[in-house]
């Protein structure tokens, strides 16, 4: 098992920053993938950012460029850089673990842009 726990949502203005942590505990070996996923009211959750075992990272083309996922060597943390954010940044957003082909998340941390 996996537990994860997120900080640093909150409400910022149109072109400013945000960071947002993921706290891993449980059993943080093996895993596969560490990412950040987000869900706007009223459409279904989607990738931000994803960095795979072997270092490989992708983003989602509406964050190239903006937002910069990170992580440490002990795969405890994950982080998200946030910056020029749009109100169409505005969701929640969940960290996920991919832990031998089994997805875990987070409860979530609200992110608002207002413009």
């Known amino acids: 098992q996996v537990q994860l726990v997120e900080s640093g949502g909150g409400l910022v203005q149109a072109g400013g920053s945000l960071r947002l942590s993921c706290a891993a505990s449980g059993s943080i070996f093996s895993i596969n993938a560490m990412g950040w996923y987000r869900q706007a009211p009223g459409k279904q959750r989607e990738l931000v950012a994803v960095?795979?075992?072997?270092?490989?990272?992708n983003y989602a083309d509406s964050v190239k460029g903006r937002f910069t996922i990170s992580g440490v060597n002990t795969k405890n943390r994950v982080y998200l850089q946030m910056n020029s954010l749009k109100p169409e940044d505005t969701a929640v957003y969940y960290c996920?673990?991919?832990?031998?082909?089994?997805?875990?998340w987070g409860q979530g941390t609200q992110v608002t842009v207002s413009s």
């Open positions: 996920n673990y991919v832990r031998l082909g089994h997805d875990y």
């Open positions: 960095i795979t075992s072997g270092g490989k990272i």
